[in-house]
């Protein structure tokens, strides 16, 4: 009985301490802290822990001129719902919204501290007296349950602390680990490589004077061609997961590789062709729980560019939430070999809050954006359960087969079998949407709407007060032109 006593005790403490409900992690000497709020987290009744909080630059812009702005951002591991204050140290709270709004979060605001619950996964703006610049985003991880150990031969380990990686090649069968309480400058580059994580939960940037000058350089350089944050080059089977990125250019690129997986993501960028995550000429990819407020296309998916060829298929990106200061949340297609046309195929988007879109530009509009190019065919892409909330400037979708000469050598070649299901768009700045094809042999066809909604309004074929001469497009401000054919807007049957 002794005995049993003796290891149900240690079985408990085990569980105690070996396995914490809650993480949160001391933010290193470095120069990206920011002071705007004060974050404290906690369990229900336990004791609170604070949240470090770091700053990203992020655009405004108004007119044709973008200005750099600090947002801030902090992060912090669970395994349930845990309470959440915040208190604003810079101005008075006057109102308060949390974002995705499809979450239904509602916060108490106790004169400068608002509080709330957040759940594991969670990914949220909160945005104090309109503010979405000098807003806070707030990242709830999943506890780690397999962190390598520092002292693994086949791990490059970044503890707690300021870190300069320099432009690091990480070989075949390497991880790349960054911890919470970790920020790290540098490159990352894989090339020909194969069974590649780069995983934690820190931050990695490329801006110069993240960290301190003294933070040595850990590791041996690479020539880059170009100055992205992670590069995956004619590689298989890597995993992105738990990082949080501060890029110059893309946040990540993906180039002629498979089976590549990134997981629990996110990315901040304010510089001009500073993409989110780009894909070309690859396969089998899946971004699972990401999220991305970039100063250009948060996701885009082309054909050929550069020195990457060949087709582009079974593309999975589900719960993401995306923003984009600028230019697409989703594009796809635009790039591709004229002389050897590419095809865009099997894609599917599921499960995606877009925070905003801010575009000019009509060519860039589109939050989500088909645009063939270069002889492309775009065929069998699937978006299911898309939630577009007030955009600044933009188009709920663009599907063109267009030819712009800035990036283009020849038109499109067709867009096909797209489905559009419970997708819906509210706000009053949203731009009129366009679906054109570009003549009789470089057409769209075969477009399902099933349930769409446009500020709570079902739009269908049949839909009560659409005049019989008015396209169903008119009734959601979709500009539909000429060469599309097969388009239809549909209810679900009960």
């Not at 984009?324 to 070999?337: F, K, N, R, S």
């Not at 299911?384 to 007030?390: F, G, L, T, V, Y």
Request: hydrophobic fraction near 40%.
């Amino acid at each position: 009985m002794r005995l049993k006593l003796l290891f149900f005790s240690i079985a408990f403490h085990f569980t105690l301490f070996a396995y914490p409900k809650l993480i949160t992690y001391k933010a290193p000497h470095c120069n990206i802290l920011s002071n705007t709020y004060t974050v404290q987290v906690r369990e229900a009744n336990l004791p609170w822990q604070t949240v470090a909080t770091y700053f990203a630059h992020v655009t405004d812009v108004t007119g044709t001129k973008g200005t750099v702005k600090k947002t801030s951002f902090g992060y912090f591991d669970c395994s349930g719902k845990v309470e959440v204050t915040v208190l604003v140290n810079d101005q008075p709270i006057k109102s308060v919204r949390i974002r995705p709004t499809a979450k239904g979060i509602v916060p108490l605001i106790h004169g400068n501290k608002i509080t709330f619950l957040m759940n594991i996964s969670d990914q949220l703006s909160i945005e104090i007296n309109g503010d979405i610049f000098n807003n806070l985003q707030l990242f709830a991880n999943p506890l780690e349950t397999d962190s390598p150990s520092p002292n693994d031969p086949s791990v490059i380990y970044f503890g707690p602390g300021a870190h300069r990686a320099g432009k690091l090649n990480i070989p075949s069968g390497k991880t790349v680990y960054i911890a919470g309480g970790a920020v790290v400058q540098g490159n990352l580059y894989m090339d020909h490589a194969e069974n590649v994580k780069v995983r934690g939960r820190g931050i990695f940037t490329q801006l110069e004077n993240a960290v301190p000058d003294t933070a040595p350089v850990d590791n041996q350089a690479v020539t880059l061609s170009r100055n992205d944050a992670i590069t995956v080059n004619y590689s298989k089977n890597v995993v992105i997961e738990g990082l949080i990125i501060l890029p110059h250019k893309y946040s990540i690129t993906i180039g002629q590789s498979s089976e590549v997986l990134v997981n629990n993501f996110k990315s901040f960028s304010s510089e001009g062709n500073a993409d989110g995550i780009d894909i070309f000429c690859s396969n089998d990819i899946k971004l699972d729980h990401i999220f991305m407020r970039n100063a250009d296309d948060c996701i885009a998916i082309y054909g050929h560019r550069w020195n990457y060829y060949g087709n582009t298929r079974n593309i999975l990106i589900k719960n993401a939430v995306l923003w984009a200061d600028v230019a697409h949340p989703i594009m796809v297609g635009t790039h591709g070999d004229t002389q050897h046309p590419d095809t865009l195929a099997n894609m599917l988007f599921e499960n995606i809050d877009i925070l905003d879109q801010h575009e000019n530009q009509l060519d860039y509009q589109g939050c989500l954006a088909l645009n063939a190019g270069d002889n492309n065919l775009i065929t069998n892409i699937k978006f299911n359960d898309i939630r577009i909330e007030d955009i600044r400037k933009g188009q709920l979708v663009n599907l063109r087969v267009m030819y712009n000469k800035k990036y283009n050598t020849s038109p499109g070649n067709r867009i096909e079998n797209i489905s559009f299901i419970n997708v819906s768009s509210n706000g009053n700045h949203t731009g009129m949407s366009v679906i054109a094809g570009y003549d009789e042999n470089r057409l769209i066809r075969n477009i399902l709407f099933e349930n769409l909604k446009i500020n709570g309004q079902l739009i269908t074929d049949d839909m009560a007060g659409k005049p019989p001469f008015y396209k169903t497009g008119d009734m959601a401000n979709i500009f539909i032109g000429e060469h599309v054919d097969g388009i239809k807007f549909v209810k679900t049957q009960l």
